[in-house]
């Protein structure tokens, strides 16, 4: 039994896939923004990715206050775990608690097509969409450094990612230089 000690009762959210925000300015992924804690009550954010084969997916971070869980809807993901590195497979499902480093990003051989949530909720969208305009060369990358707090999304190194890529990963979105626009024909299914 659930007892709704706010008085407030929060009203149902249903978003058709037609109406979701696409975001399209990474040219390996695109992000579906599904949900955000003003459509929720503060419950949970969501967004539904889906990444190309070989991209780089998302470096190593942690969030302080929220869960993050993990639902591989197709494909294949390699995700970083403090100090290991699984791979999820369509119907996986994971949750990270709060303060776990980890990383993730489809497997080379395979798009990865995954459900995200995040509880409690944080404001998550504006992140989404700032690291969208950032791939477009629109704002620099050190404003998601400064948005870390903000958005509950806080980078940290990983030797175990880096070797994962033979020492070749990207650099973090808050340590990378301005960049152009890239083209992009990618939707989701």
């Given at each position: ?42 419950l ?17 971070h ?48 395979s ?18 969409r ?7 060369g ?8 400064e948005?870390?707090?903000r ?25 990378r ?10 939707s989701?299914?």
């Amino acid at each position: 039994m659930h007892t709704n000690t706010s008085g407030h009762t929060p009203s149902a959210h249903l978003l058709r896939a037609a109406a979701a925000e696409t975001l399209d300015g990474d040219p390996g992924s695109v992000i579906a923004l599904l949900a955000d804690v003003d459509t929720t009550a503060g419950l949970l954010t969501s967004n539904r990715s889906l990444m190309r084969a070989g991209s780089e997916g998302a470096p190593p971070h942690y969030h302080r206050h929220a869960a993050e869980l993990f639902f591989v809807l197709d494909g294949r993901l390699e995700v970083l775990l403090d100090d290991r590195i699984d791979v999820l497979e369509a119907g996986d499902l994971l949750v990270v608690p709060p303060g776990m480093p980890h990383a993730f990003a489809p497997t080379a051989d395979s798009d990865a097509d995954v459900l995200f949530v995040f509880t409690p909720g944080t404001a998550r969208s504006d992140y989404y969409r700032l690291l969208d305009q950032a791939h477009r060369g629109e704002v620099d990358w050190s404003l998601i450094a400064e948005s870390q707090d903000r958005f509950d999304n806080h980078y940290v190194d990983s030797a175990i990612w880096a070797r994962r890529a033979g020492g070749a990963t990207a650099p973090a979105p808050h340590q990378r230089p301005l960049q152009p626009a890239a083209e992009l024909d990618v939707s989701l299914p």
